[in-house]
């Protein structure tokens, strides 16, 4: 993928989005490419609903895609359902290549609780690297404030994991700005986080957090892990820069 912009103008295009509106970038992207040439990822989280509504009051054709590990919350697939009802969108679903049964066949029963990080590649980076081909960038939920690996995030950036732009219009957001937002218009949400969840993934590696924990502590406990892979490379280099 040719990249579009130097490096001074995504230097101004950061500093012009970095304290605007995040809508106002969603609107920049729908103005700036062709149709179907930026595409938004979407896990259903309390960030990914916001983005959702933006998204829609901007163009409801806007392709919005979800990896779908079919170990997803229940709740998770009914929050689904509920959007797309109330904004008359259907949401893109994305598979693993391979089955539960397939992969336990090649790998082994349960790889998750042995080996998360090849799980995730199979059921998460894979199908993302597949969705993302031929696309030019893509919209993720991200915020600085979740871990210190996402600390870095620019609102627009190159990904060279997946070689195209990566747009984290919420980067600059706070929980509390999410929460106020998602209130404010009365939007739906995944009933977990009313039951202790703070980040919601796979049913199988993701538990409830304690009070005072961090908000990615229930994800894969027991391991040294707090990303699936989809966005943790490319910033560990700017960590580690």
């Not at 009051?57 to 392709?63: A, S, Y």
């Not at 060279?160 to 509390?176: D, I, Q, R, S, V």
Request: hydrophobic share 40%; net charge neutral; with cysteine.
């Amino acid at each position: 993928m040719v990249k579009l912009f130097t490096h001074d103008e995504l230097l101004y295009l950061n500093s012009r989005f970095e304290s605007a509106f995040p809508s106002d970038a969603l609107e920049w992207i729908d103005a700036t490419f062709p149709p179907g040439e930026v595409v938004m990822a979407t896990g259903f989280g309390a960030e990914g609903v916001v983005l959702i509504d933006m998204l829609a009051r901007i163009n409801k054709k806007f392709p919005i895609w979800y990896l779908d590990t079919e170990i997803l919350f229940p709740e998770t697939y009914q929050l689904r359902d509920e959007l797309e009802k109330r904004y008359g969108i259907r949401f893109i679903q994305q598979l693993p290549s391979m089955t539960f049964a397939e992969q336990a066949r090649l790998y082994g029963g349960k790889l998750w609780e042995r080996k998360p990080d090849q799980c995730c590649n199979l059921r998460k980076v894979e199908p993302l690297r597949s969705a993302l081909k031929n696309r030019t960038g893509w919209i993720t939920a991200i915020r600085r404030e979740q871990s210190p690996i996402r600390a870095k995030a620019q609102i627009i950036e190159w990904d060279a994991k997946f070689g195209l732009y990566k747009f984290n219009p919420l980067a600059t957001w706070k929980m509390e700005e999410v929460w106020d937002y998602i209130t404010f218009n009365d939007l739906p949400y995944n009933s977990l986080y009313d039951r202790g969840y703070a980040s919601i993934g796979c049913a199988h590696c993701t538990t409830p957090v304690a009070s005072g924990e961090d908000e990615r502590a229930g994800r894969w406990r027991g391991f040294q892990k707090t990303e699936c892979g989809l966005h943790r490379h490319a910033f560990e280099q700017k960590v580690n820069a």
